[in-house]
T-cell receptor, first 111, second 111 residues
Framework: GQQVMQIPQYQHVQEGEDFTTYCNSS?????IQWYKQRPGGHPVFLIQ???SGEVKKQKRLTFQFGEAKKNSSLHITATQTTDVGTYFC???????????WGAGTKLIIKP | DAMVIQNPRYQVTQFGKPVTLSCSQT?????MYWYQQKSSQAPKLLFH???????NEADTPDNFQSRRPNTSFCFLDIRSPGLGDAAMYLC??????????FGPGTRLTVL
């Protein structure tokens, strides 16, 4: 079946270091969404990417959608303690309503 | 503020004792979803309503049922909870297939 693979599962960083999570789909996506879930919280929508090669920025967060619309990444520059949580990508395939969720990448800030 | 509300936030039930979780929204979104999320996993879609049309995921157990009496409210009924049904249950809404807004979730414990 259709899958969205997300890596890594966990990433430990020192505060101030950068963080990146990657998603790869087995099929072409019509769009991809990113969500953040804080510990003990619920997923919160961050952004949606639709166009091939699209790059969007939100302050220290940079989101990319690949040219083939099969992969995406989220990069956080100079992580802060407020960035802690699990980041999920969720892709939608053409002609199918369903969001296919990645497994998530948990960002852990080392003390 | 427009929002998604879930009640109760915590629910404890006994093995086999039916339980109902509720969700309400003030966003006037036409799509409502129920997800199950277990620890360190991505949310798993159980079913969704597009307006009044109910859509059940193929692997959602028959033990799970849902009702949507009007645009604002949606209920999740678990007819005979088993130990494996202990999880966080998340309600989400969206306008058509756009970004999803999640409620805070109901954490279900099965004794």
């Amino acid at each position: 079946g259709q899958q969205v693979m997300q890596i890594p599962q966990y990433q430990h960083v020192q505060e101030g270091e950068d963080f990146t999570t990657y998603c790869n789909s087995s099929t072409t996506l019509s769009n991809i969404q990113w969500y953040k879930q804080r510990p003990g919280g619920h997923p919160v929508f961050l952004i949606q990417l639709v166009k091939s090669g699209e790059v969007k920025k939100q302050k220290r967060l940079t989101f990319q959608f690949g040219e083939a619309k099969k992969n995406s990444s989220l990069h956080i520059t100079a992580t802060q303690t407020t960035d802690v949580g699990t980041y999920f990508c969720a892709g939608r395939v053409d002609s199918n309503y369903q969001l296919i969720w990645g497994a998530g990448t948990k960002l852990i800030i080392k003390p | 503020d427009a929002m998604v509300i879930q009640n109760p936030r915590y629910q404890v039930t006994q093995f086999g004792k039916p339980v109902t979780l509720s969700c309400s929204q003030t966003l006037n979104h036409n799509v409502m979803y129920w997800y199950q999320q277990k620890s360190s996993q991505a949310p798993k879609l159980l079913f969704h309503y597009y307006d009044k049309d109910f859509n059940n995921e193929a692997d959602t157990p028959d033990n799970f049922q849902s009702r949507r009496p009007n645009t604002s409210f949606c209920f999740l009924d678990i007819r005979s909870p088993g130990l494996g049904d202990a999880a966080m249950y998340l309600c989400a809404t969206s306008r058509d297939w756009s970004s999803q807004y999640f409620g805070p979730g109901t954490r279900l414990t099965v004794l």
